[in-house]
Every structure is written in structure tokens, then in C-alpha cells.
């Protein structure tokens, strides 16, 4: 019997080559989608959901909200916020505070690793964040003051396969540290990066006692490192920059609403500074899983995943199925109205109608299976282009056998109710007379395919136009022919910064090829890390209602950007590079109250312990991509980059780029001997930030172009079989003096009706669909009327290539021939 | 072996409803070899596939080796089908995609025999038929003569205590007709009932009696021996 079955099955596709290929590749295409995408959307849901206890580890994010309505969502808290509830509430179990630092790792004479993501915290980290660790004899984990405790990777990356214990590092060629320890890496899916962690009780210690000048930490036997105590102003007063990210793990059994409803009471208990005590100030606690796909606060510690993403993703993964599996139903339903003779001649052998099901499930389970097969590497390769492979979670194979089954199975059942079960009531008719082979589902099933394509199509034209838009929007500055690298971190905090940076100056001004070079503390493309919502007018109490962004700058800033200034003047050089005046942007003079930009011009604002004067006000422009609406920004005159990282930006004239880049290189080498010239284009930098939009329009112009091919290739079959059905028709109409042309209409009209009625059902849910998705962007494109247009007229222009070429044939073929055979 | 009683049989469509068996009765004894014959849509094949338990009468009463089967369920007229019944086709009804050997398999794939008992069955049979030889061969690739004897041999493999036969040498030029009525005749006289359907007064012949319908009724009835 099974081998009678699968005989069957052979021959059947065998004899149905064109048929069998389509309903193949169909499901080729709707498997390895489904595949690549279930795994991209299990990697982005399942961020944080690896450590031990996840569900007791908390973030506690800052909440402030001020009389004026101002609100302050922050990712970071103060010191004091996680080390009182630990103190006061029993439901707490541990607790930690991190600051994170990018820098650069030096260990013997040669070796050198950039962009290594260090972070101070408490000893407690790894009680929260638990991971195996291998320790050094001589020492415990975050307990030498000189200790360090490093990633299997970064360690790998370090030292190769010697053994990294106590061997020495060197951060931004300063502080050397010991390796203490390693700790097993922490998967790709968690929010937290991070390569190294030392203690906070380091940083002080070497904050006091590492001599700047001489590259040399002096030893201090008498230091002395006060425990930090939540119930002091000084832990609840960090600027924003400086501020940690605190982390909770509660007792098994604990409800964080229990701990949450005690916040307010607690917060009475300390010394708040009266900014704070005017804020409302309250704590987010955001569950560790939920931070990577729901968290979208400023200060984020990296770039987060994004819901409605997911959200898109699943849906591209249900409509591209639903399309190949709609596709490979159909194909199968009309290959089996050419096998009713097959099955009636079964039935009357004897079989039973749950025989032929069975048969017919056999076949359909079969195809999916051997389809699947070749799908999985396709799927392998999709995948491995965007997640690493250990990423791949084995239990896709449970979700993909399931939507197997459930294809297989319907995809049986659909035509053997449809068409096999009410046909044999009529008996020895079906086999002694011409079987009725109409099937009214397969309008309905064109209709399914092209509506969801045509969606697809809609949404990637949609997106492309906002892609486009976004590239092609004034953004207000110019990063044509400009290069930034980050300024050199040796010179972080390094007091002959001034006099170096003007040397460096100097020498690149000599070049023919520099037009101009600046310093500054972010550039566009990159994120404003300071904020500032206590600026005021000079002598006067409260703040301006507004948080503003700091961006410290020079005087060439605006000349390296072409940023516009349309009121006042330029900052002037200044030998130490600091001054007092600032510069502003129009928005951030509009929310200072300025009716004008001149208006604004030498008023005194108060920054932090410094009245500044306003100078100049600059035109609005785009610090940052079009999904962020634009900031008031106040730039000021210092290179007090605290701890973060600075730029220098140069600006070229188009002549021998290379030959001038290779210039600076000397000049920072000379200046800057032991750090390498690593530069970037700005204006690759600024459209990196779309990167993640990109990724997704590929994602969908792709699934958008396999649906419609996929669809073709199912109308295609269709058209086929009802060519081949009414080829006695089409005869008779030729022979009555049809004329080809005539013969083609027919035939295609059929079919192209059910695409307009798509193309009409696909309009409204496309554009809910793209409207949706650009809600996201503070500036977007409109949706025009034309969109829809291209969509439409493309499905039914392809629509009606795949069937006129099969149209023709049969309208040209000779109808003697067909009427012979009937 | 069969006795039906005032059988019936209406087709409705929208406007009206015709009848294709007006109260039919007759009786067919086991071992006979009955020829229905009468002109087009006199509902000779509606009741052959009643007879077969295809389809449902409207009324009547169908007796079957002594069981009222007219109000049987699908499934035990499936049972009774293809324990008792064999079919012959005037378009020999074989699957394009079985070989010879394949397709006389199937009824005995249907009713659960072994399947070293299947292959025995088969082999007799084919080697009755003289068709031994082309039981690779695939329908396709044999004379007309040949697939209906294939088709022959598939009706009776499972030795069927009845076959019927519809127009059985409709297909076929004249002495491959013969040749079929040639084993229909053996397999009468082996024991079998055959109740044929034919157009063919030549066929009609061979029979032991002729029954003569006309609108769904029985008109006239010949004894031949």
C-alpha cells in the first residue's frame, strides 16, 4: 500500500512537471521565508531571556516631571536610586550600578583592540547579572583594586589561546589593570554589550591617583574608598552624563509592584537636591526581557530593537505564507480535479473516500516535506547574512513542521471537499462522461494572492519613497567631502589638550587639501549625550521650560558643516579653546522666549556655574536622522568632553582626497604617536542611522517580489489548466471566425478582473499599512495617489504577461486538432 | 441474487424533474448473464449505478444476496461494493499513472490482502487474460483490446460474485469486442453474474436474457436460452 502511494505520488508529479515545479517552488520560497524571519523575530523577543532569574531583574529607569509639563524619560538613574531600595526593602536581593565607557585596550608592545566597551560597577555585578566565571588563584572577582574581569571573546580576542589570568592591560593607554578573571560572554541577544567590568572603587582610585602628565598611577597606601551611602545629597545630584544604569534582581516571589509602591515613601526619606524634589520624581522599573524591543527612553545604553518592527515582521512572514501556501493549495486543487477520473476508479476498487483523503494527504504532506528540505539551507544562508548561526534556536523546526502539517493538511482537504467528495454522487457518470472540472475557489484564491502582493508592493514603493525622502532632504548642514575621527583618547582629560589641538590645527591648515577643522563633542549622524533642562536668563530663578541639548563646539564648526547662522556673529578662536560665548539653534531661541533670532542675540544665559552669551543663532538642522524631531541645542565653546568620547572633523576640497588624508595621517602621527588615524565619511556616518530602516525595506522588497512571483506562478498554473479546458470552446469560437485578438481578451479577462477586484481591496489596508510605519518618522514622506498606481498597474501588468503568452498559444493553435481530440 | 422492486429515480434541477427509473422491477438469479438495453437516457446507466450502490434510489426496495440495501450508509455499500462487485468500462476507466500490474492490483490493495498473495492473484489472473507479458506496461502503451482486457482483469481479481459491465466493446473494433464477450462468457460460466449494459444486439447475444427498458421503465423482456 505505502509503496503503491508513493508510486503514485512520483508519477503524478513526474507527469505534471511544469505543475509539480510551481507548487515546489512556491513552498521553497514560503519556507525558507518563513524560516529566516521566525528566526530574526525569536532573536529580537528573546533579548535578556537567558539569565538566571530574568524575570527578577529589573532596570530602574528615572521618571521626572516638572510643573511646566517638561518630562525627563531617562535609561539612567542616580547612584542613589538602586543602593536605597536595597537598603530599605527586603524584597530586594542584590543590586548593581554600572557606568559604561568605550575606550581603547592596549596589552603588551603591539597589541591593541579599539571600541572595547568597558564598565565600571558595583562588586555585585555579576550577582545580578550572573555568568560562569574562571577565576585567578591569587584573587576573587572585583575585589583587587587593580583587577579587571574580562569576556571569553574579548579575551580570546586579546590574548589568543594563552591564558588571559593575571595577565596586564592597558586602558587608553593610561590605567593598566590585571586580569582577574573571565567571565563566559553574554549572548548577542542582551541589551548589555560589555567586555570588561572593573569596580567602581578602581575608578576612584585611579581618578586620584594616576598622574596625568607622567602616564603613571602613584601609589596610595592611605586611600581610603567611602562605601556609598544613598541618605547623601552627592548620590542623587550626577549629571546626566555621569550618571549609572541601576539594576534590582528581586526574592523569588516578589511582585514588583509591592516594591514599586513603596518608591514614593522612600524618596522622602532622602536629601533630594530641589530640582529634584520639584520634579515629581518617580522610578520606571522595566523588566530586563522587556528592555531591548519596549524601552525607547533617551540615554539608552545602545541602539534598541523596535516593536512595531516585529509587529511588521510577523505580519510579512503570516501574508508571504499565506501567499505560497494559498499558491500550493490551489496548484494542488486543480491537479486534482485532472485526477477526479483517477479517484473514481479507486472508489469503485473499493477504496473508501477516508483512502482517497489519505492518498491525497500523502501527496500533498510529501511535496511540503521534500519542498521543506531543499528550503532548509536557503533558509541557512537568508539567516546567516544577518544573525550569527549559534543564534539559530533549534525549536523553528517544531514551528515549521507544524505550519507543514497545517499547509499539507489543508491543502488536501480543501480540494477533496471541494471537488472529490459532492462529485461521485453522480456514480459511473464521472468516469463514463466529461467530469465537471470547474472549481469557483480558484477566483477566490487569485484574488487572496493579489491582494496581499499588491499590499506588499504598496508598503516597499511607500517605504522607498520615505527612504528616498530621507536621503534627499535639506538637512541643513553639508558632510560632503568631510572626514571626523574621535579625538585622540590619550587626550581625554590630558591638560596639554589645548596646546596639542592648536598645534594639530595649525599643521592641518597648511594643507592645501583641508579646507577647514573643527573640534567638537558630537558631530551629525551622532547622538547629543548632554542635557541640560536647568539653563536660565541670567538673574533670573527658574529654567527655561525646555531641555536642551549641549554640543560643545569650536569656531570652524559651522564652516566645516556649512551650518547657516542667521543672526549674530561666529565664535571667535580662542588660544585655550574655551570662551564664554554660545551659539544657539532657532528652536532652542524660540523655547528661551526669543520672539526673533536677532532678539536673542547678547542675551546672558546661565549654564551650569558659567553665564554664557548668546553670539549667534544658527539655522535648524538635522543633528540627527528624520525620525527625531529637531532639539533646542545650545552649542558652547569648551572642550570639556568630561569622559565622553570628542571629534575632529575635517573638512577636504576635492582634490586628491587620498593623497590628503594620507597627509593628516603623518601630522596625527607625529602629534599623536601611539593612537591610529581612524577615520569615517560623515555622511556615510549620518545614513548608517537608517540602517535598521533599510535592513527592513530589503526584508520587504524582497518578500514583496517572491510574493509576486510566487502569485505569477500560481495564476500561471490556473491559466493553464483553464486554457487546456476550454481548448474545445476556444476552438469552436475560432472555427465560428473569433479572431485571435478576440480569443485573448477572453481568456484574459477572466482572469484580470479578480486582480482589479484585489488591486480594490488592497488600497484601504495599504495605506493603514504604510501609514502605520511612518508614524515613527518625526519627518515623512506624503503617500501619494501615485503609489498605488504603480502598484496596481505593475501586478496587472505581470498579471497579464503570465497569462497572454499562454492566451496566445492557445488562441494561435490550430482547432482541428483540439476538436479532433474531444 | 438481485431483486429490485418498484425502484425510482428522480434528477430535479431548478425548472424540473425527470425521472430516469419509473417504479422498475426485475429479478437476477446468480450464475445469470443479463444484457440491459434501450436507447440513449433511458436510464440504463442510472440503474447500473444503483445496482453497483453508487448512487441512491428515491424509492423501491434493492435486495442483494438477500440484504435491503437500499438504505445502507456509504460505508457498508463501500464494503458490499468491493467484496462482491466488479466494474467494466466502455473507456476501460485504467490509471494513466499505474502500470497494468498497478492497476489490476487495486481492488485487492482495497480490500487489505497480503501483499505476496497480491502479487500471486494478479499474476493468475494476467496470465488468464494473456496479458502476462505487458504487466509493466503502462495504460498508454497498449492496443484498445488490451486495456479493456487489463480492465476486465481488474473487475474480476478480487472474484466478484457480480460484474457489471457498461457497453464493455463500445471502445473496441469488432474482433476485440468478440474477444472481450469471449471472457465475459467464461467468466459467466465460471460462475459469475454479469449484468452488461450494451447498445450491441450482437453483444446482447451473448446473454441469457435481454431486459428491454424505455423511460425508466422495463418494456419487454427475452429469454434467450
Known sequence: MKSHIINTIIRNLVKKKFLSLTKILGLIIGYSIFMF???????????????????????????????????????????????????????????????????????????????????????????????????????????????????????????????????????????????????????????????????????????????????????????????????????????????????????????????????????????????????????NFQPIKDIHLKSNLDHEISANGNTKQVLFLSIIIFVVLFVCAINFISLNTISNLELLKNYAIRLFSGATYTQIFQLMFVESFLINALSLLISLPIAYALITTQLPAHTIDLSILLYVVFVLILIAFSAALIPFLSVVKNRFTSGLKIVGQKINQNWRGQKLMVTAQFSITIILIVCTIGIYKQMQFMMQTDLGFNGKQTLFSFSPMTMNQHPDIPVKLSTFRNELLTLKGVNSFSTSSSIPGQTTPRLNNQVKAVHTAGPFPATFNEVSIDDAYLKTYNIKLIAGENLSFQNDWVSNDILINQTAAKDMGFLSANNAIGNRVTLGKHDCTIRGVIEDYHHTSLHNAIKPTIYAQNIRWDHSVGYYSFQLNSDNVTGTISQITQIWNRLYPKEEFIYNFSEASFASQYESDQKFNQILTYSACLALLVSCLGLLGLTLFNIKKRLKEISIRKVSGASVKQIIIMLNIDFIKWVLVAFVISIPISWYAINTWLEDFAYRTSIDWWIFGIAGFASILIALTTISWQSFKAATSNPVKALKEE | MIKITDLEKYYKTEELQTIALNKLSFDVKKGEFVAIMGPSGCGKSTLLNILGMLDDSDGGSFIFNGEEVIHYNERKRANIRKHNIGFVFQSFNLIDQLTVFENVELPLIYTGVKKAERKKKVHEVLEKMQIMHRRKHFPQQLSGGQQQRVAVARAVVNNPKLILADEPTGNLDSSNGNEVMDLLTELNKQGTTIIMVTHSEHDAKFSHRIIRMLDGQKVIENSLI
Not at chain 1, 133 to 141: A, D, L, W
Open chain 1, 37 to 283: 524571519l521566525v528566526v530574526k523575530i525569536q532573536h529580537e523577543t528573546n533579548y535578556d531571556q537567558f539569565w538566571n532569574h530574568s524575570e527578577s531583574v529589573y532596570r530602574v529607569a528615572l521618571d521626572l516631571k516638572y510643573e511646566n509639563g517638561e518630562q525627563v524619560k531617562s535609561a539612567k538613574n542616580f547612584h542613589g536610586a538602586s543602593e536605597l531600595l536595597n537598603l530599605e526593602l527586603p524584597e530586594i536581593l542584590n543590586h548593581c550600578n554600572f557606568n559604561k565607557d568605550v575606550v581603547t585596550i592596549f596589552s603588551g608592545s603591539t597589541q591593541k583592540i579599539q571600541d572595547v566597551d568597558f564598565v565600571f560597577s558595583d562588586p555585585s555585578f555579576f550577582d545580578v547579572f550572573e555568568r560562569k566565571i574562571i577565576k585567578s588563584e591569587n584573587t576573587g572577582v572585583l575585589k583587587n583594586i587593580h583587577g579587571v574581569v574580562i569576556s571569553q571573546s574579548f579575551a580570546h580576542k586579546l590574548f589568543g589561546n594563552e591564558n588571559p589570568l593575571n595577565k596586564e592591560i592597558t586602558v587608553n593607554e593610561g590605567w593598566k589593570f590585571v586580569v582577574d578573571a573571565v567571565f563566559e560572554d553574554i549572548p548577542d541577544n542582551s541589551h548589555l554589550k560589555i567586555d570588561v567590568v572593573a569596580t567602581y572603587k578602581s575608578l576612584f582610585y585611579y581618578m586620584r591617583n594616576f598622574d596625568n602628565t607622567r602616564q603613571i598611577l602613584i601609589d596610595n597606601p592611605n586611600f581610603t574608598y567611602k562605601q556609598p551611602d544613598p541618605y547623601t545629597v552627592r548620590r542623587w545630584r550626577t549629571p546626566v552624563a555621569y550618571r549609572p544604569y541601576c539594576y534590582i534582581k528581586l526574592k523569588e516571589g516578589t511582585n514588583i509592584n509591592t516594591v514599586e509602591s513603596k518608591v514614593a515613601a522612600l524618596l522622602t526619606k532622602v536629601p533630594l537636591p530641589q530640582n529634584l524634589k520639584d520634579s515629581n520624581m518617580a522610578f
